[in-house]
């Protein structure tokens, strides 16, 4: 029977793909300066998957189940890194946008580290949601 306690679990691996792609991307367009459709490319991933993390967020708020004890400790961790997560995404991509109009070398490379923070805020909350589901044996 379908609920709507799967919408998380369909759409929480999106944002995990999207986002650690897109950063691989604009990781490659260090080493090849010329290629501008993978800085194009790293910024379509970043505002797709800022949608889908907020997409994310929203259903694992909204139509997952409360938790106690250690799953619970472990479920508010993985809320917490989405949270941020979601927070970096946005700014990442508010600073990429500010940069389609006007070159900034200084703003250009926190854009960069932020988005690497994203990358890694979002693998994070990726363990932890695995976590749940593996060990705590959170349906799906």
């Not at 927070?87 to 690497?116: A, D, H, M, V």
Request: net charge neutral; hydrophobic share 50%; aromatic share 14%.
């Amino acid at each position: 029977m379908f609920t709507t306690a799967h919408f998380h679990p369909m759409l929480v691996h999106f944002p995990i793909a999207l986002v650690v792609f897109g950063f691989i991307a604009d990781c490659a367009t260090l080493y090849f300066k010329k290629e501008a459709c993978l800085s194009k490319l790293g910024f379509y991933l970043l505002l797709a998957g800022t949608l889908m993390a907020a997409l994310a967020l929203t259903t694992g708020a909204f139509f997952t189940e409360e938790m106690s004890g250690a799953a619970g400790a472990i479920k508010d961790t993985h809320e917490d890194f989405a949270w941020i997560t979601l927070g970096l995404l946005i700014l990442t991509s508010i600073l990429r946008i500010i940069l389609q109009k006007k070159e900034n070398t200084r703003l250009k490379w926190t854009s960069f580290t932020l988005y690497g923070l994203a990358a890694v805020s979002v693998s994070i909350t990726g363990y932890y949601g695995g976590t749940l589901v593996y060990n705590y044996m959170m349906p799906l």
